[in-house]
């Protein structure tokens, strides 16, 4: 009896594994036209790895704190099509010149910036920001690795014109995030 119960514990592993393996698996720099449905955009050579940590410049009186983790199997949706990725998140504290936090998504999962495409040859990574309060500042950021301990920054805001409509009224609709070409020094 417990041979049997061994048997189909096996059989059906084989069956989920076998299923699940027929996503197709594709290199972290695939464009995003070539990405079918449901596939998985992995970075086999952990080509991510090298920008993970903690940076920290400082731009106009202010002290910006950039914290990038790596994730698995990011779940994408876009240009009507769905797939998985492994993507750096970021987060970041801003401070002013007196210390003073005036932005923290640490905590925030709801604000979304997180890598969406790889240029190996650039040793660049391309970022999606959905911005903070009602979408401010949303944009793409580029990251591109100098050396071992930095990162320049290019930040491109694409609409930081706020709907008076859509945004409850007090809310702060400022842009922390620098739009200036920085680099960043890992701590």
């Given at each position: 009896?417990?041979?049997?119960?061994?048997n189909?514990?096996?059989?059906?592993?084989?069956?989920?594994?076998?299923?699940?393996?027929?996503?197709?698996t594709?290199?972290?720099?695939?464009?995003?036209n070539?990405?079918?449905?449901?596939?998985?955009?992995?970075?086999?050579?952990?080509?991510?790895?090298?920008?993970?940590?903690t940076?920290?410049?400082?731009?106009?009186?202010?002290?910006?704190?950039?914290?990038?983790?790596?994730?698995?199997?990011?779940?994408?949706?876009?240009s009507?099509?769905?797939?998985?990725?492994?993507?750096?998140?970021?987060?970041?504290?801003?401070?002013n010149?007196l210390?003073?936090?005036?932005?923290?998504?640490?905590?925030?999962?709801?604000?979304?910036?997180?890598?969406?495409?790889?240029?190996?040859?650039?040793?660049?990574?391309?970022?999606?920001y959905?911005?903070?309060n009602?979408?401010v500042?949303?944009?793409d950021?580029?990251?591109?690795?100098?050396?071992s301990?930095?990162?320049?920054w290019?930040y491109?805001?694409?609409?930081?014109?706020?709907?008076?409509?859509?945004?409850?009224?007090?809310?702060?609709?400022?842009?922390?995030?620098?739009?200036?070409?920085l680099?960043?020094?890992?701590?």
């Open positions: 009896m417990k041979t049997i119960i061994y189909s514990i096996a059989v059906f592993g084989l069956f989920i594994c076998f299923i699940s393996c027929k996503a197709q594709l290199p972290l720099n695939t464009a995003l070539n990405i079918p449905n449901n596939a998985y955009v992995k970075d086999f050579d952990n080509q991510l790895a090298p920008f993970i940590g940076y920290k410049a400082n731009s106009q009186g202010k002290e910006i704190i950039l914290i990038i983790t790596k994730i698995d199997n990011k779940l994408e949706i876009r009507k099509k769905q797939f998985f990725r492994d993507a750096l998140i970021v987060k970041y504290i801003i401070k010149s210390g003073q936090i005036l932005q923290d998504t640490t905590n925030d999962d709801s604000v979304e910036f997180y890598s969406i495409d790889f240029s190996a040859g650039q040793n660049k990574v391309g970022f999606y959905g911005g903070t009602c979408g500042g949303w944009g950021v580029d990251l591109k690795k100098i050396n301990t930095q990162l320049s290019a491109y805001p694409d609409d930081t014109i706020i709907d008076s409509n859509k945004c409850p009224s007090g809310i702060d609709i400022n842009i922390y995030l620098p739009q200036e070409n680099i960043f020094t890992k701590q």
